[in-house]
T-cell receptor, first 111, second 114 residues
Framework: GESVGLHLPTLSVQEGDNSIINCAYS??????FIWYKQESGKGPQFIID?????DKRQGQRVTVLLNKTVKHLSLQIAATQPGDSAVYFC??????????FGKGTMLLVSP | ETGVTQSPTHLIKTRGQQVTLRCSSQ?????VSWYQQALGQGPQFIFQ???????GRGNFPPRFSGLQFPNYSSELNVNALELDDSALYLC?????????????FGPGTRLTVT
């Protein structure tokens, strides 16, 4: 498959570790954020979202934290698995029905 | 899989040429958004179509244009291709405009301009 991860920040972890991927966003007025996972050769896949009236939201094995004071998002993946290897993007709603994506982080999980 | 399909998978064009990319939205979805993803970058919003009308546009020149058909499939047209247009072009369909958490992406079309 084609690579989408050239020259991206990379996080390398061992299988079973917890992973934390960070993202800084630009617009303090942004109200809605999404984390996406993009595997090689595929389009981005929705993981979890959060609104600005929340600080934390949990899904299955994933948690998103939002710090509005410093305009920072993080995605925590518990018990990381080889299938989690992908590029992860945060995205903010930057206008009605419009998303602005961050640059992305490549997660590499070693067995 | 998301049910969103794009064609062709890969395409090579020469600078100055025109290209048309196609997207079939997921059944029941009336909104299609197009994104450009350069290598090593996040996707950039080009425009969105809702019920056959353009419903928002990103910072792309007029040579990027689109259509949405009555069955809600969509086309992206790029005229006067430039080398910098080389990218992965993604379409995403959603149930309706504004339902970003239910926006499903296709696998993309890789365009190379030489």
């Amino acid at each position: 498959g084609e690579s989408v991860g050239l020259h991206l920040p990379t996080l390398s972890v061992q299988e079973g570790d917890n992973s934390i991927i960070n993202c800084a966003y630009s617009n303090s007025a942004s109200d809605y954020f999404i984390w996406y996972k993009q595997e090689s050769g595929k389009g981005p896949q929705f993981i979890i979202d959060i609104r600005s009236n929340m600080d934390k939201r949990q899904g299955q094995r994933v948690t998103v934290l939002l710090n509005k004071t410093v305009k920072h998002l993080s995605l925590q993946i518990a018990a990381t698995q080889p299938g989690d290897s992908a590029v992860y993007f945060c995205a903010e709603e930057s206008g009605y029905s419009t998303l602005t994506f961050g640059k992305g982080t490549m997660l590499l999980v070693s067995p | 899989e998301t049910g969103v399909t794009q064609s062709p998978t890969h395409l090579i064009k020469t600078r100055g040429q025109q290209v048309t990319l196609r997207c079939s939205s997921q059944s029941g979805h009336n909104t299609v958004s197009w994104y450009q993803q350069a290598l090593g970058q996040g996707p950039q919003f080009i425009f969105q179509y809702y019920r056959e009308e353009e419903n928002g546009r990103g910072n792309f020149p007029p040579r990027f244009s689109g259509l949405q058909f009555p069955n809600y499939s969509s086309e992206l047209n790029v005229n006067a291709l430039e080398l910098d247009d080389s990218a992965l072009y993604l379409c995403a369909s959603s149930l309706t405009s504004g339902s970003l958490n239910e926006q499903y992406f296709g696998p993309g079309t890789r365009l190379t301009v030489t």
